[in-house]
């Protein structure tokens, strides 16, 4: 399946990623239960994926005229 995203809707998913990686991580660090922390990573490496992949499609900004 692929998807067509406007250049908003590309900036505003990367930012929904951008902030769940960072909630996520925090959550990483503050986790005491070793188990969980391992399923924690995994999640969060996914996003961080998914992130790049999202980044290297995002359309390239126009200039200002």
């Known amino acids: 399946m692929v998807l067509e995203l406007s250049q908003q809707q590309f900036h505003l998913l990367h930012a929904c990623l951008a902030e769940s990686i960072d909630s996520l991580h925090d959550e990483v660090l ?32 126009q200039p200002a005229l």
């Open 30 to 61: 503050h986790t005491d239960y070793r188990d969980l922390r391992g399923e924690l990573r995994e999640r969060l490496d996914r996003l961080q994926t998914l992130q790049r992949q999202v980044e290297a499609q995002m359309p390239r900004e």
